[in-house]
């Protein structure tokens, strides 16, 4: 017989998040950013200009490539924002068009993770305990607090901060991951939806980019289902199955068979350690006391559901020597986890989570209007100077609607915490409200206060533009050899033509880029030096520009914009 169940929660514990803050809370996390950027280096470039070549049709659907580069890339995803760039055209920017659907895809993970704690949170040994004399929490609103506090968590996490608002395949993994987790725990009470959801979340998966991954979430969610007493899971086995067989028939035919593993150094176990430990914050230490306090019911459904996503993404992470894309797969599970230890956390350790919260948010929202400060007025003089040497060539730029906004997030956040620290000790979720309000303040800050400025250091923009200075319009470029991002920076955001093969040189593009120091190596064989382009925020990222020599010189004149 198992231990009793550790969680003790009042009547009035279990009240739910009211729907109008909570709501506000979510827009505030997934709507800055949305517009008035451009997809940010690395990453977010490289499948924003996938997807744009594909729209624009600059390379098949079936087979992308970047500058005549086939791309190791996840299709579904690609064609999502493709087709999103397509309907979009021409009243939507292309960037602002390929957001969109992503941002859905967050907002939906977000609802699949409430849901997946309100199922789980329902079952029998998820229950509190019923008191002697009465006034337990309510089973029904006991499930919706707990999952109020699962949202929060995830909004909470450090590692789905930036991520979450990429244009990448990953975002497409990460709500297929909650669509499994919703499917298991959704099973006992919605059996046609759970089915439904098995049979779509493990291919989605898969043809996303994870297709070993979605093997080992079935394989996992199968042992779960295969070991739970009630009947209705153990019903979900053969969809289980059927949508692992779609799962590898789909990855077959998008060839997304890719195996992505590293070797795994003495060093980099402590570069993953750290990883975890802020990547992971805050739900890392809730979830651990979770499997603490509720070590001798490890089988249990609101239990073992959610460590399914939580074990296949740190078994991945560790496999591809600390990649991050992997580790966010597995935030909802964490998330999970985390809500319920709110049952059974002491008032102390609940206002060390709050006071830890306030602090560090509020310095950090200090800090954010420092900054800002100092670019529009140039006070404090010192953090002016460190701005102009971080951010070469920058001009400020002033919005109104960006500060009222940014002032009307500081002001809730003000609200917020004179809530939190007033005699509000009842609701489960009150020890995230500040954990996950301090998050979306930050985002929000950084979103208006400071986006023109880290649009500036984080967009491939002011780069294209000193090449713009060097070059005709339309010109075509061979660039052997040269980086996806840099490659995507040049075809979606300089729209120039881009041959990155590594023969490109011998092609008949007039024009030659070489990611290199102009005083590593003469000009090659049959070209002359057009001129040397330094990224403004990156001294080391050097580029150089040759003109071959039989062709005629480029007009001096800049590109017009």
Request: charged share 10%; net charge positive; glycine share 8%.
């Amino acid at each position: 017989m198992n231990p009793p169940n550790p969680a003790l929660v009042t009547l009035r514990g279990a009240r739910r998040l009211p729907r109008l803050p909570l709501l506000l809370l979510c827009a505030a996390y997934l709507l800055p950013g949305l517009v008035g950027r451009d997809p940010w280096r690395n990453a977010d470039l490289t499948a924003y200009a996938q997807m744009a070549a594909i729209a624009e049709g600059r390379t098949p659907w079936w087979a992308p490539t970047l500058g005549g580069v086939p791309a190791d890339t996840a299709l579904l995803p690609h064609w999502l924002g493709a087709a999103a760039i397509v309907a979009g055209s021409p009243w939507l920017d292309p960037a602002v068009a390929a957001r969109i659907p992503f941002a859905i895809l967050l907002a939906l993970t977000f609802g699949l993770v409430w849901y997946s704690s309100f199922h789980l949170a329902r079952t029998e040994a998820a229950q509190p305990l019923p008191f002697a004399f009465g006034g337990e929490a309510d089973p029904l609103n006991y499930a919706r607090a707990i999952a109020d506090g699962a949202l929060l968590a995830l909004m909470a996490t450090l590692g789905l901060l930036q991520l979450g608002h990429e244009t990448t395949p990953e975002l497409a993994q990460l709500a297929a991951m909650s669509l499994l987790l919703y499917a298991l725990a959704a099973a006992p009470f919605r059996a046609r939806r759970s089915r439904a959801a098995v049979l779509a979340s493990l291919p989605l998966l898969a043809g996303s980019g994870a297709p070993s991954m979605a093997l080992a979430a079935g394989l996992g969610a199968w042992i779960v289902c295969r070991g739970s007493p009630d009947g209705p899971v153990r019903a979900l086995r053969p969809w289980i199955a059927a949508g692992l067989v779609l799962a590898a028939l789909l990855a077959a035919a998008l060839g997304a068979w890719h195996l992505r593993t590293d070797a795994l150094t003495l060093a980099g176990i402590g570069r993953l350690l750290r990883q975890w430990l802020w990547f992971l914050w805050p739900v890392w230490p809730l979830a651990l006391w979770t499997l603490w306090r509720w070590r001798h019911r490890l089988t249990d459904r609101h239990l073992a559901v959610p460590l399914v996503p939580v074990a296949v993404a740190l078994m991945a992470n560790i496999a591809m020597a600390g990649s991050d894309r992997a580790l966010m797969l597995g935030l909802p599970g964490m998330a999970v986890l985390a809500a319920f230890a709110l049952p059974t956390l002491s008032r102390g350790a609940a206002a060390a989570i709050d006071w830890l919260s306030m602090c560090y948010f509020t310095l950090w929202a200090l800090v954010f209007w420092v900054l800002y400060c100092a670019l529009q007025t140039g006070v404090p003089a010192s953090t002016a100077g460190n701005l102009a040497r971080l951010l070469p060539g920058y001009v400020s730029h002033f919005s109104a609607p960006a500060l009222a906004l940014a002032l009307l997030g500081t002001g809730a956040w003000v609200a917020v915490v004179r809530w939190r620290t007033g005699r509000h000790r009842e609701a489960l979720w009150k020890s995230l409200v500040l954990p996950a309000g301090g998050v979306a303040l930050c985002w929000l800050l950084a979103m208006t206060l400071l986006l023109p400025a880290l649009d500036y250091a984080r967009s491939a923009r002011p780069w294209v533009d000193r090449i713009a200075a060097l070059l005709p319009p339309g010109a075509c470029i061979a660039a052997p050899g040269l980086a996806a991002p840099e490659v995507a920076a040049l075809e979606a955001v300089g729209h120039w033509a881009v041959d990155a093969r590594s023969g490109a040189a011998a092609g008949p593009c007039p024009v030659l880029l070489l990611a290199a120091s102009p005083e590593a190596k003469p000009a090659p064989p049959g070209w002359r030096r057009l001129g040397t382009v330094v990224r403004p925020t990156d001294r080391e990222d050097v580029t150089t520009l040759y003109l071959r020599a039989a062709a005629a010189p480029p007009p001096a004149a800049p590109r017009a914009r």
